[in-house]
């Protein structure tokens, strides 16, 4: 056969390899953004304390062992539906999760978290937003695990759902403790 | 009422641009470099707006980040740099060019490219495909001469 003939077979293959970038391009939500500081420290930062009694948030608190920080307004509607499956991961798992409030009135926040409980260990006030820049959040609710070395391995974008915990945050948090 | 109609008058035809009086400059070159900048920045929220369209808290603050920087002496490139490091090429709405994104970049030259050569392949064969015919020997040629002049003679008849 006449090797020429195979030419006809590329419009056929560039058509495979279009239509499988779609098939799996299409099905990813194009508003989860990949984070750029994943491996990376924990930026620079230090935020006052929201609640009496319990410290602010600082790079200094996020180091020694695996933790989770949590990117929540009051006036953010995703944040309360994810607040129940943090506070239970919190105290199944027993690992420490510290909070941004992310451009919040104080009196507001601290009435939310009277009403829905309070699970975290520290929470730091970003009145302006300009830490949550420094850690790349583009919008409420984020979900961040530090490591150890006070390194980001993985970031949520969007509630915490109870599938979000099984499926990644859970398996990635055992790996990074052992 | 009428008052709050005439603020609805005065603010609506500033709603197509975002930059809100108070964030601008007061150097009208440092402001002119920050809309430039601007007008490269993706927003995060809206994704396909750039910073200096969009209305999106976020836009904002960094339309000020953007600003703080060049009045601090920053250049264009580390303002770009500063952005890429915490939100990734995707801050930036002009991709840059790096082997990560060639394909992006070369794909559809490439693929023109690919295309023009099958077409002029195609033509270059099909053009050696058909035979041209031997040319006539002077002895086919007194045959056709006379056939023609035959006809021709019939013809007049």
Redesign the interface.
Same mark, same amino acid.
């Given at each position: 056969m006449d090797p020429?003939r195979l &030419?006809y077979l590329?419009p056929l293959a560039?058509f495979i390899a279009v239509a499988g970038y779609f098939t799996i391009g299409l099905q990813r939500d +194009?508003?989860t953004? +990949?984070?750029? &500081?994943i491996d990376k420290p924990v +930026?620079a930062f230090a935020l006052p304390a929201l609640v009496e009694g319990k410290p602010g948030l600082a790079t200094a608190d996020l180091a020694g062992e695996v933790m989770l920080v949590n990117v929540f307004a009051s006036w953010c509607a995703p944040c309360k539906i994810e607040h129940p499956v943090l506070t239970r991961l919190a105290e199944a798992e027993k690992i420490p999760i510290h909070a941004i409030n992310y451009?919040d009135k104080p009196e507001d926040a601290r009435r939310w978290l009277a009403q829905l409980g309070d699970p975290y260990g520290r929470i730091g006030v970003d009145a302006?937003?300009?830490a949550s820049?420094?850690?790349?959040v583009?919008?409420v609710p984020e979900t961040f695990i530090v490591d150890r070395q006070g390194r980001i391995r993985y970031r949520h974008v969007g509630p915490v759902m109870p599938r979000d915990v099984e499926s990644t945050i859970l398996p990635k948090i055992r790996e990074l403790r052992r | 009422m009428r008052a709050r109609l005439a603020a609805l008058m005065v603010a609506l035809p500033l709603a197509a641009l975002a930059v809100e009086p108070g964030e601008e400059l007061k150097d009208p070159v440092l402001e002119a470099r920050a809309r430039i900048l601007s007008r490269d920045i993706r927003c995060? !929220?809206c994704?396909n707006q750039s910073i200096d369209d969009s209305n999106a808290?976020?836009a904002r603050?960094?339309r000020l980040?953007v600003r703080e920087r060049l009045v601090a002496g920053d250049t264009d490139d580390g303002i770009i740099q500063y952005l !890429?490091? @915490?939100?990734?090429d995707?801050v930036r709405l002009q991709p840059p060019m790096k082997p990560a994104t060639y394909a992006l970049w070369f794909g559809p030259a490439a693929?023109l490219a690919?295309g023009v050569a099958?077409i002029l392949?195609f033509f270059a @064969?099909r053009r050696r495909r058909i035979e041209v015919p031997a040319p006539l020997s002077a002895e086919e040629r007194g045959r056709l001469d006379r056939i023609l002049a035959d006809q021709a003679g019939e013809e007049r008849r």
């Amino acid at each position: 056969m006449d090797p020429w003939r195979l &030419l006809y077979l590329v419009p056929l293959a560039a058509f495979i390899a279009v239509a499988g970038y779609f098939t799996i391009g299409l099905q990813r939500d +194009p508003r989860t953004l +990949p984070s750029v &500081l994943i491996d990376k420290p924990v +930026p620079a930062f230090a935020l006052p304390a929201l609640v009496e009694g319990k410290p602010g948030l600082a790079t200094a608190d996020l180091a020694g062992e695996v933790m989770l920080v949590n990117v929540f307004a009051s006036w953010c509607a995703p944040c309360k539906i994810e607040h129940p499956v943090l506070t239970r991961l919190a105290e199944a798992e027993k690992i420490p999760i510290h909070a941004i409030n992310y451009k919040d009135k104080p009196e507001d926040a601290r009435r939310w978290l009277a009403q829905l409980g309070d699970p975290y260990g520290r929470i730091g006030v970003d009145a302006d937003g300009r830490a949550s820049i420094e850690w790349g959040v583009y919008g409420v609710p984020e979900t961040f695990i530090v490591d150890r070395q006070g390194r980001i391995r993985y970031r949520h974008v969007g509630p915490v759902m109870p599938r979000d915990v099984e499926s990644t945050i859970l398996p990635k948090i055992r790996e990074l403790r052992r | 009422m009428r008052a709050r109609l005439a603020a609805l008058m005065v603010a609506l035809p500033l709603a197509a641009l975002a930059v809100e009086p108070g964030e601008e400059l007061k150097d009208p070159v440092l402001e002119a470099r920050a809309r430039i900048l601007s007008r490269d920045i993706r927003c995060l !929220v809206c994704q396909n707006q750039s910073i200096d369209d969009s209305n999106a808290p976020l836009a904002r603050d960094l339309r000020l980040i953007v600003r703080e920087r060049l009045v601090a002496g920053d250049t264009d490139d580390g303002i770009i740099q500063y952005l !890429v490091a @915490r939100y990734g090429d995707f801050v930036r709405l002009q991709p840059p060019m790096k082997p990560a994104t060639y394909a992006l970049w070369f794909g559809p030259a490439a693929i023109l490219a690919i295309g023009v050569a099958g077409i002029l392949i195609f033509f270059a @064969r099909r053009r050696r495909r058909i035979e041209v015919p031997a040319p006539l020997s002077a002895e086919e040629r007194g045959r056709l001469d006379r056939i023609l002049a035959d006809q021709a003679g019939e013809e007049r008849r």
